[in-house]
């Protein structure tokens, strides 16, 4: 298995642009959370689906930032409009179900907004 | 007060030094996990517990859930042990986790 797969690796864009960004998890895996990393915070969760559905999405920062989840092998992650603030590594995870399973991450999206 | 509290933020380490990353978490949990991150790298999970002990190679895991505390333990240290240690537990009632700042272990020659 590749493991979870992310696109693109690295993401420069400037404030306003709309960025989408996009995660492959395990096939088989029924959770997907998307990540997000900064200095400042540290990781902390945005969204999880559980079998494609959004269950917890009250990390989302604001209404700028949108996940969907159209099969069990596809995700997106969109900011619209973007803002500097929004530059971090976002990662994407999946994991077999609810409970007490592993995790496997994505390589993650370095996004820089100028 | 963080929920996940890690101990120490910074650790430099000789080669072949034995060495404890700690946690500690203010929350009730199913599972705590310990992940590893390399400098611009991605992340790698190296244990998920809930109770008891475990061992990898050189790395052990331990957690007392009375004491809500675990331990991460390298032994034997080696330079490509350095990277950033994460603690993360996984709430009782919810499936996600909650991250501890991290320990960046920097092991030398």
């Known amino acids: 298995d590749a493991g979870v797969i992310q696109s693109p690796r690295h993401e420069v864009t400037e404030m306003g642009q709309e960025v989408t960004l996009r995660c492959k998890p395990i096939s088989g895996h029924n959770s997907l959370f998307w990540y997000r990393q900064t200095m400042m915070r540290g990781l902390e969760l945005l969204i999880y689906f559980n079998n494609n559905v959004p269950i917890d999405d009250s990390g989302m920062p604001e209404d700028r930032f949108s996940a969907k989840m159209p099969n069990a092998s596809f995700s997106t992650l969109k900011i619209q409009p973007s803002e500097p603030r929004d530059s971090a590594v976002y990662f994407c995870?999946?994991?077999?179900?609810?409970?007490?399973?592993?995790?496997?991450f994505g390589s993650g999206t370095r996004l820089t907004v100028v | 007060k963080n929920e996940v509290e890690q101990s120490p933020q910074n650790l430099t380490a000789q080669e072949g030094e034995f060495i404890t990353i700690n946690c500690s978490y203010s929350v009730g949990i199913s599972a705590l996990h310990w992940l590893q991150q390399h400098p611009g790298g991605g992340i790698v999970s190296l244990f998920m517990?809930?109770?008891g002990k475990k061992k990898h190679g050189r790395l052990i895991a331990t957690i007392n859930i009375q004491e809500k505390h675990s331990s991460l333990h390298i032994t034997a240290s080696h330079p490509r042990d350095s990277a950033v240690y994460i603690c993360a537990v996984r709430l009782g009632y919810a499936d996600k986790l909650i991250f501890g700042t991290g320990t960046r272990l920097q092991v030398f020659p």
């Open positions: 995870a999946s994991s077999p179900g609810t409970g007490n399973y592993g995790y496997t």
């Open positions: 517990l809930s109770s």
